[in-house]
């Protein structure tokens, strides 16, 4: 095993991303979606960038990456179609204590981006240590037909009723058990025809019926 499995707030965070193209779209797009401050070096840009740029979402250093750009970032993405210039820039980076992610270049990079299905607070994320970027993509298609979008409802309302449970069951063991043996089906089912406040009151009614002698 090479990669440690980890989530990344980003949010507030100075990301920077050399390169406006295809790829460098799909990076900053995710970014903004974690609402990181991103700041794209890049001479041309894709129109849905170019576009994030206009709506003031988005810093563009209009020209090509030059060195000392890269001193005061948090995690890199270098993006350009110039492996030289991502090779260049991914040196700096590291040097300067960023995380850095080079496009074309897996052994230069500190991390991968995973494919990934996002329901709400729901992110399955899909690793192939780089392997087969093509293998992840139709893992996590698979992965998405059978995991829909009434899961991050789940999710949404098991969170909501964690602190209330906590508050009931007053062990971490008798906690575990609960949760252990109230994630079921009947309550998805519920969720899946829309039945959220029955869903709801399954997992309270279970609470109940739990104690510590059960
Ligand atoms: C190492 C890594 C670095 C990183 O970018 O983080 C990397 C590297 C490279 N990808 C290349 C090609 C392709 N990348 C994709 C797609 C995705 N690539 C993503 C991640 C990663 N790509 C990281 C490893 C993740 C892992 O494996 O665990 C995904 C999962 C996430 C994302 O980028 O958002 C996203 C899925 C989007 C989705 O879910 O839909 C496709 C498929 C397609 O587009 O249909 C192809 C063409 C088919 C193929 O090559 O498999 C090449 C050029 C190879 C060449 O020159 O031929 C390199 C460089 C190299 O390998 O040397
Ligand atoms: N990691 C991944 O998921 C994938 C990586 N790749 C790799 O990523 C690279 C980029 O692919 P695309 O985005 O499709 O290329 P592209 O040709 O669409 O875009 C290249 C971008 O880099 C910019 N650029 C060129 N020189 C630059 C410099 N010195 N400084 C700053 N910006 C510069 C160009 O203006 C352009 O915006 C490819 O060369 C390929 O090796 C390709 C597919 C997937």
Known sequence: MELYPINLKLA???????????VAARKVMLLMAVAAEVSVFS???????ASLVEARRLTWVPRAYNPGDLYSFFLVFCATDQPDANRQAAAEARAAGALVNCADAPELSDFYVPAHIVHGDLLITVSTGGGSPALARR??????????PEYGHYLALIAKLRPEIKGRLSTAKEREKFWRETIDHEALNLIKSGKFSEAEERIRHAACCTGPES
């Open 12 to 22: 507030g965070r100075r990301c920077a991303v050399v390169g406006g193209g295809a």
């Open 43 to 49: 001479p041309v840009l894709t129109p849905g960038l």
């Open 139 to 148: 893992l996590k298609e698979d992965i998405a037909a059978r995991y829909g």
